[in-house]
């Protein structure tokens, strides 16, 4: 460190953070068997036949709020 350079002591000055954390994350998406109406645990990637029916069609639809929580978590 040079000689003359103020380093200010912990708590003196206001710091924004540059990249906030985001929080934890919102499902927004909901899958669903459209045989039987099965949900399974992971809506990113589904199973290629449903365990209950053995149906290989799935729905996938929009959870209801999430879409306004998701915004309202990048809101200022």
Not at 3 to 8: F, R, Y
Not at 13 to 20: A, D, G, R, Y
Not at 28 to 43: K, N, R, S, T, W
Not at 48 to 63: E, N, T, V, Y
Request: charged fraction near 15%; charge should be positive; aromatic fraction near 8%.
């Amino acid at each position: 460190m040079a000689i003359g350079v103020h380093v200010p002591a912990d708590g003196q000055f206001l710091t924004l953070e540059s990249h906030p954390s985001a929080g934890k994350p919102v499902s927004m998406f909901v899958l669903q068997c459209h045989a039987c109406g099965y949900e399974p645990d992971d809506c990113v990637r589904p199973p290629r036949l449903c365990p209950k029916c053995h149906s290989q069609s799935w729905d996938r639809f929009a959870r209801p709020g999430s879409i306004l929580a998701n915004a309202q978590k990048y809101s200022i």
